[in-house]
Each structure stands twice: as C-alpha cells, then as structure tokens.
C-alpha cells in the first residue's frame, strides 16, 4: 500500500534560526562556524506527537537501522512567493520494519547525522507498517518565511526569498557584506494579515531634517543562543533635529544605508513625535530581531 501525505507549513528549528541570524546580519558565531548549505536537502518522518520539535527532540524513524536509513531526498526545489515547496514527488523506500504511527516530517541537511532544518506534522497521523510506502506528492511539503501576526514586525518578499534561496543551495547574497541600515518611519502597509510582509511605508524625509539612515556594521550585533538578534551599541540618528520630523512608529532594515532592499520591518514599542531641536536614539539591545 502506499501512503500519500500532506504536511503543514514548517517551523523554523533552533538551529537555523541561528545560522540565518548569523548569516543575514553578522556577529558573533553561535558555535560550529560559519554555515555552508548543503548540495541536498533529505525529509524524515517523526514518530512522537509533536513532531521533530525546534531543538530536534522527537522521535526520528529509522526503518530499524542506525544510522537512520528512513530519510528521502527532497529532490527539486521550487522557490515562489516566499515559500520554498518540493517541485515532484518525495518517495521513501519500502519500510523494512513496522513504523508504528507516523505524526511528523522534518528537512535536514544530510542523508544521516547532520542538522535539522524544519519541521511540521502531517495533516492526519497514520500507522504505516512493515512492507509499505510513504510518499509526499508535488508541492505537499511547503516551507513559508512570512510572519504570525503583526504585533512585531517581519521578513520582507526579498529577504525572505533571498534567505530561502541560500540555506536550500540555489543562490546566494551580499546584502550583509558591510552591514546594514536602519531606517525611521511611519504607516507600514503589509500584504495580508496571513503573512504580514512587508508592503511599503513612509520613510522620514532627508530633506533638509537632518535625518539619515544608520549603518549597523556586522560585528554591531549580538547574536546570542535564542536567535535573537540584538544591536550591541547605542544606534544614534541626531543629536539635535533641524526640522520636524513628525510621527517615528516603524523601523526598516535596508540592505545598505543607500540600499532599495528592504529586509525587515518592526514596530517601536511606544510611537514618538521628534521636532524640530529633538534627538533620537535606539538604546543599546533596543532593536531585537528573531527569525521565527
């Protein structure tokens, strides 16, 4: 018999939400040194209700054998609209053994051993017993770099499909060679309230305001354990502003301090009104971003 299954859209593990970390915006390595994708993504199944889990804790199949021997190749991958999903079937080998119930599917970086870099759980669980076989059809397994809700901030449709491309091994990107820039702002407009990307927004006027964008270098983050990204110095836009600049409620992270690519996107806690003869300054750990 064979046993076709459809996922749910995959979670980030605590592993890459570092390595993205690191690779999206500098500061110190976490630990293992600098992440190189690998040549082939592998998907395995889990056996424990909640799947893989972030930290990689579930119960992993392994067809009786260790190393595990219960992973399939991911094969082609089709990257679109910030979602990255397998472009033809995904087939596991006939089982050699009773698998018992099957709840949760994982991406990892190696055919055995290696780094879990997704999870999510099928749609429905499934006893798969002794001599049958599992497979995922065309575009089943789909894997979203979007945000849950507004309350924070999120990706933008280029970061996110830029990041996408690098940690699956089909492009890569300098956007972080000298740093980044912080922007100021107000009325960001996402897409949709599903996926709440960035859409467009009002940057505070150069003219004559005395504002401009703040580079943050790569080695001006923290970059600690729980993947959240901190600035490690004060982050200073003016001593003394030369003109209003109205309503601040929103930050954007640009490519560079000229840069059209915007990266991501947030709110600040408490919106401010800066006039004419104010300052304005993000606080040393005031700017957090997680990859989530």
Excluded at 138 to 157: R, V
Excluded at 219 to 232: E, L, R
Excluded at 250 to 255: A, I, Q
């Amino acid at each position: 018999m064979l046993y076709n299954m459809t996922t749910s859209t995959g979670i980030i593990s605590n592993f890459l939400e570092n390595r993205i970390a690191q690779k999206a915006l500098g500061g110190p390595d976490t630990g293992g040194g600098v992440y190189i994708p690998p040549e082939d993504l592998f998907v395995t199944v889990y056996g424990s209700i909640n799947g893989a889990e972030d930290a990689d804790t579930g119960y992993e199949i392994t067809d009786g054998y260790i190393p595990p021997h219960a992973r399939a190749a991911f094969g082609d991958i089709l990257i679109d609209n910030y979602t990255l999903s397998n472009s033809e079937i995904i087939n596991f080998d006939e089982t050699q053994v009773d698998w018992g119930t099957v709840y949760g599917w994982g991406l990892k970086d190696s055919s055995a051993g290696g780094n879990l870099l997704f999870w999510g759980l099928f749609d429905a669980s499934i006893d798969i017993p002794i001599g049958q076989s599992l497979r995922i059809d065309a575009g089943n397994l789909a894997i979203k770099f979007a945000s849950p809700n507004t309350t924070y901030g999120g990706w933008t449709s280029f970061s996110a499909n830029e990041m996408l491309k690098w940690f699956a091994n089909v492009g890569s990107f300098d956007w972080t060679v000298s740093g980044t820039s912080l922007a100021l702002g107000n009325n960001v407009i996402v897409n949709n309230t599903t996926d709440n990307i960035f859409s467009s927004w009002t940057e505070i006027s150069t003219n004559g305001t005395g504002y401009t964008r703040q580079l943050i270098p790569r080695d001006a983050w923290t970059v600690p354990s729980d993947g959240i990204c901190k600035n490690a110095n004060q982050i200073i836009f003016t001593s003394v502003a030369t003109a209003n600049w109205g309503v601040v409620s929103d930050v954007v992270l640009y490519d560079t301090v000229d840069g059209t690519h915007p990266l991501f996107w947030g709110h600040l806690t408490t919106p401010v009104t800066i006039n004419a003869g104010d300052g304005f300054k993000i606080a040393t750990w005031g700017l957090q971003i997680q990859f989530s």
